[in-house]
């Protein structure tokens, strides 16, 4: 049986890639906000560099990493990314790994209400109820008023947000757009602000740090690689769904390893927003929303929100890869 019909196997390995990002994700909390944001960042971003040669086509130059056909989208993208990847990482820095994983699941729900607004796309009341369950969970979650709200919270919504922007984007851009050039611009943004911001303060990680700074970006690239073959040996409807397994991880290393503890409301939020993500999946998939080349997200720290399951390449593979948030994806 070729890989190409072998979706068994490729649900595994996606299962196999969103465990080891959720190692990559323990990383960031280990560190408990030692090294800076951006300095983690930025080595996360030089890490992401090894999946370039993966990307990469045959008849691709690696000149396309900065070449587009919308230069104003691309830019946005560039932005998008390098704020995203902060984000992240200030979100699972700042809050228990499961309440941050349980709010960067909206993804979808964000995805869906910019594609209304920006791309004039025809949502159904089956996609408003799932964005109204999501939200109704974040809410439960936060409970608001209740309980006091940190920057931590503030950074997952504007890291959802951000990866929603940059997979309406890559609709918007279509499928011409090479997947090199819409990585690059990702991977160009998280380098470049997060290199300006090192410049006025570089911290020296102990060797301890390093250890885990390193954990971060080698899992990550290797969790971006195992997403992308899984999604040759799979449909990508049947890829997207196990990033929810993101969840026992994040309860199983929060109580392992950082205390933290989940109430009976917390975990009811949490499961209305798996079910709003799951509903929004699902309906995609029904309705056949055409995505673009999809593209492995130079953050690893958020979930996948939209794939794309893309026709064979020149070199004779298929291209169909997964994008994560804070691009994530």
């Given at each position: 049986?070729?890989?190409?019909?072998?979706?068994?196997?490729?649900?595994?390995?996606?299962?196999?890639?969103?465990?080891?990002?959720?190692?990559?994700?323990?990383?960031?909390?280990?560190?408990?906000?030692?090294?800076?944001?951006?300095?983690?960042?930025?080595?996360?971003?030089?890490?992401?560099?090894?999946?370039?040669?993966?990307?990469?086509?045959?008849?691709?130059?690696?000149?396309?990493?900065?070449?587009?056909?919308?230069?104003?989208?691309?830019?946005?993208?560039?932005?998008?990314?390098?704020?995203?990847?902060?984000?992240?990482?200030?979100?699972?820095?700042?809050?228990?790994?499961?309440?941050?994983?349980?709010?960067?699941?909206?993804?979808?729900?964000?995805?869906?209400?910019?594609?209304?607004?920006?791309?004039?796309?025809?949502v159904r009341w089956?996609?408003?109820?799932?964005?109204?369950?999501?939200?109704?969970?974040?809410?439960?979650?936060?409970?608001?008023?209740?309980?006091?709200?940190?920057?931590?919270?503030?950074?997952?919504?504007?890291?959802?947000?951000?990866?929603?922007?940059?997979?309406?984007?890559?609709?918007?851009?279509?499928?011409?757009?090479?997947?090199?050039?819409?990585?690059?611009?990702?991977?160009?943004?998280?380098?470049?602000?997060?290199?300006?911001?090192?410049?006025?303060?570089?911290?020296?990680?102990?060797?301890?740090?390093?250890?885990?700074?390193?954990?971060?970006?080698?899992?990550?690239?290797?969790?971006?690689?195992?997403?992308?073959?899984?999604?040759?040996?799979?449909?990508?409807?049947?890829?997207a769904p196990p990033?929810?397994?993101?969840?026992?991880?994040?309860?199983?290393?929060?109580?392992?390893?950082?205390?933290?503890?989940?109430?009976?409301?917390?975990?009811?939020?949490?499961?209305?927003?798996?079910?709003?993500?799951?509903?929004?999946?699902?309906?995609e998939r029904k309705?056949?929303?055409?995505?673009?080349?999809?593209?492995?997200?130079?953050?690893?720290?958020?979930?996948?929100?939209?794939?794309?399951?893309?026709?064979?390449?020149?070199?004779?593979?298929?291209?169909?890869?997964?994008?994560?948030?804070?691009?994530?994806?």
């Amino acid at each position: 049986m070729s890989s190409i019909h072998s979706p068994l196997r490729g649900v595994v390995v996606a299962f196999v890639a969103y465990a080891v990002f959720a190692f990559s994700d323990a990383s960031i909390k280990i560190l408990h906000g030692a090294i800076p944001p951006y300095q983690v960042a930025f080595i996360g971003a030089i890490f992401g560099l090894v999946v370039l040669p993966v990307i990469k086509a045959r008849n691709d130059s690696w000149l396309d990493i900065a070449r587009t056909s919308n230069r104003t989208l691309w830019m946005l993208r560039f932005i998008c990314g390098a704020i995203g990847a902060l984000a992240s990482i200030i979100t699972f820095t700042k809050l228990p790994m499961a309440e941050a994983f349980c709010l960067l699941f909206l993804l979808p729900s964000f995805v869906t209400i910019l594609s209304v607004i920006f791309l004039k796309e025809d949502v159904r009341w089956q996609r408003w109820t799932a964005v109204i369950i999501g939200f109704i969970g974040v809410l439960i979650v936060l409970r608001p008023g209740f309980r006091e709200l940190s920057v931590g919270h503030l950074a997952a919504a504007i890291g959802g947000l951000s990866a929603a922007i940059s997979i309406v984007i890559l609709r918007a851009m279509g499928p011409a757009e090479k997947r090199l050039s819409l990585y690059g611009a990702g991977l160009l943004g998280t380098l470049t602000l997060s290199g300006l911001l090192m410049v006025s303060n570089v911290v020296v990680p102990t060797p301890r740090e390093w250890l885990f700074i390193a954990s971060y970006g080698i899992l990550g690239a290797i969790g971006n690689v195992l997403l992308m073959t899984a999604a040759r040996f799979a449909p990508a409807s049947l890829v997207a769904p196990p990033q929810y397994s993101q969840m026992i991880w994040a309860i199983a290393f929060g109580y392992l390893l950082f205390d933290d503890t989940i109430d009976l409301p917390m975990a009811a939020g949490i499961v209305l927003i798996i079910c709003s993500g799951l509903l929004t999946l699902a309906r995609e998939r029904k309705r056949g929303t055409p995505l673009p080349a999809a593209v492995v997200s130079v953050d690893s720290q958020a979930p996948v929100s939209a794939t794309a399951e893309l026709p064979e390449t020149a070199s004779g593979g298929f291209a169909s890869t997964q994008i994560r948030p804070s691009d994530v994806f």
